[in-house]
């Protein structure tokens, strides 16, 4: 049974630094996928970090390419998100995903992402 537990959720103000962790279990990295994805009120889930775990290749979107830095220690099972130069618009639940395959060309592929931790709060206060 795969298994996602998130943390480093915390209240910081516009312009702060942040680093989620995302440890994982029963899971195979070489074979898929990590992602991060955000969902805040009202919006729909989006990816802001994905990383493919046969070359370690990185994808994040547009909205945080720049401020926002995903890192895997493979070795001790974590993925992690920084986080910098927080905006109001990046409060959100961040959760850490599993994708077993087809991450390939889509790294952040929503669908292709079956497990999901519970989810860490983000609030930034302008």
């Known amino acids: 049974e795969v298994r996602l537990v998130e943390s480093g959720g915390d209240t910081v103000q516009a312009g702060g630094s942040l680093t989620l962790s995302c440890t994982v279990s029963g899971f195979t990295f070489n074979a898929g996928a990590i992602g991060w994805f955000r969902q805040a009120p009202g919006k729909q889930r989006e990816g802001v970090g994905c990383?493919?775990?046969?070359?370690?290749?990185?994808y994040s979107p547009p909205t945080v390419l720049g401020r926002f830095t995903i890192r895997s220690d493979f070795a001790k099972d974590t993925v992690y998100l920084q986080m910098r130069n927080l905006k109001p618009e990046d409060a959100a639940v961040y959760s850490c995903a599993a994708a077993w395959s087809g991450t390939a060309y889509q790294p952040c592929n929503l669908l292709k992402y079956t497990s999901w931790g519970q989810g860490t709060q983000v609030t930034v206060s302008s």
């Open positions: 990383i493919l775990g046969e070359d370690r290749r990185q």
